[in-house]
Structures are given as C-alpha cells and as structure tokens.
C-alpha cells in the first residue's frame, strides 16, 4: 500500500528556533501534499494545501511567513516552522495524495510532535 | 463552507454493548472517511463510503452511508477494550480541486471491562 514517510517523529528545540519537518511519499507521486495540526485532545486542522511545483495556499488565519511549505518534488514536501515559539508546539501531520484520478484517498504521516522549550 | 458534526464527542461503554457514531456535513461531498487515531500516533484508514446506500464492515465496526440525509454512521457491535480509541469521520469536499479533508471532531472511545 501507499506509504508516507514524515520526519522528524519528535523535535524538542529552544525558542527563536526553526525547524523543518519532512513529507515523502515512498512508493507513488504525490501531487497534492496537505499538512495539518492537531492541538491536544483536538481535530486535525488543514494548514496548507501544496501542490508540486507551485505556491501552496494556505487556510485562514495561518501565517505563510511563519509556516514555510515547499513542494520542490512529486515525492518530497516540507514544512519550516521559522522562529519558533511555545505556541508552536503542536502534533504535525502531513498527507499525500496520489496523481491518478479523483478518487484517490489521502495517505497520513506518522506525525511530528514538535515541542518548543 | 463545509461544516462536519460529530457525536457523541465522548463515549464511554462497557464491554459487549453496541453502540453508534453519527457524523453529520452540511454540503455535497464525494466521499466520505472514517479514522482512528490512538494516543500519540497518527490516523489509521478505517473506512471510504463512496455512494449513496453504501455499508462496510470490518471487524465489529460497521460504517453506512445516506447521502441524501448526509450522514454516516459508525456502528460499533459487542465493543471490546482494543476498540478504544479516538473516531473521526472526514468528508471531501466535492468544489475544490484538490480534495480537501474537513474533519468531525471526534469521537474519543472508552470500552470499559
């Protein structure tokens, strides 16, 4: 089956840090990337929306400047969490879907729980 | 905008009760999903309900789809501790070009022995 690799599983950094975190689709293309967050005892909030070789869009209310996603590959998307601070501190997850047909599911990351000190 | 209802948000049962989900949307969708997620990890496909009618099952979970009410059901038969766990159901949003997932909030599941 379709598999997505996300790492770092865990990051645990001081203020004012950046950290980037991986998305790779190993064994299909991905077109579409989509990462989300997710706050203790919540739901999973879509952030962006990345799609190979363009601009991702972003959702209401989330900082572009401070939330970097790059898409460079049909296999690879990243996520930067530039200057980080406390209220950064979330679980990340990352999906990636297929480029054949409409019908093709999301297939999550493991997820990275990023902790700010 | 697409607005997904879950409930109960909690539910707490004892093992050997049956027991139902309800997952409500409020527009069009193609498809709709059904996860769980364990503490500290991340989503696990459970289900896809593709049409209008459509049932699945595996194991004691049974999930349905009635588009015209827009609304599934997770059925949960003779619950066992293993079941516990969070439930979110997910629908795609059938306007945008890029399936986009909006999430229910979930459902977080105690089987109690």
């Known amino acids: 089956g379709a598999v997505v690799s996300q790492h770092p599983s865990r990051v645990i950094c001081k203020s004012g840090t950046s950290v980037k975190i991986e998305c790779r689709s190993l064994?299909?293309?991905?077109?579409?990337m989509f990462w989300y967050r997710q706050f203790p005892k919540k739901s999973l909030m879509l952030m962006a929306t990345?799609?190979?070789?363009?601009?991702?869009?972003?959702e209401q209310g989330v900082e572009k400047d401070k939330f970097l996603i790059n898409h460079a590959s049909l296999t690879l998307s990243t996520l930067t969490v530039t200057s980080a601070h406390p209220e950064d501190s979330s679980f990340y997850i990352c999906?990636?879907?297929?480029?054949?047909?409409?019908?093709?599911?999301?297939?999550f990351g493991d997820g990275t729980r990023l902790s700010i000190l | 905008e697409l607005k997904v209802e879950q409930n109960p948000l909690f539910l707490s049962m004892q093992e050997g009760k049956n027991y139902t989900i309800y997952c409500n949307y409020s527009?069009?969708?193609?498809?709709l999903y059904w996860y769980r997620q364990d503490p500290g990890k991340s989503l696990e496909s459970l289900f896809v309900?593709?049409?209008?009618?459509a049932v699945k099952q595996e194991g004691r979970l049974m999930a349905s789809l009635d588009t015209k009410a827009r609304l599934s059901t997770l059925h949960i038969t003779a619950a066992v501790h293993d079941l516990s766990a969070t439930y979110f159901c997910?629908?795609?949003?059938?306007?945008?070009?890029?399936?986009?997932?909006?999430f229910g909030k979930g459902t977080l599941l105690t089987v109690n022995p």
């Open positions: 309900l593709l049409s209008n009618g």
């Open positions: 997910a629908v795609v949003y059938s306007g945008g070009s890029n399936y986009k997932l909006t």
């Open positions: 064994d299909f293309q991905a077109t579409t």
């Open positions: 527009t069009t969708s193609d498809r």
């Open positions: 999906s990636a879907r297929a480029n054949t047909g409409s019908n093709q599911p999301q297939h």
């Open positions: 990345s799609n190979e070789g363009s601009k991702a869009t972003y």
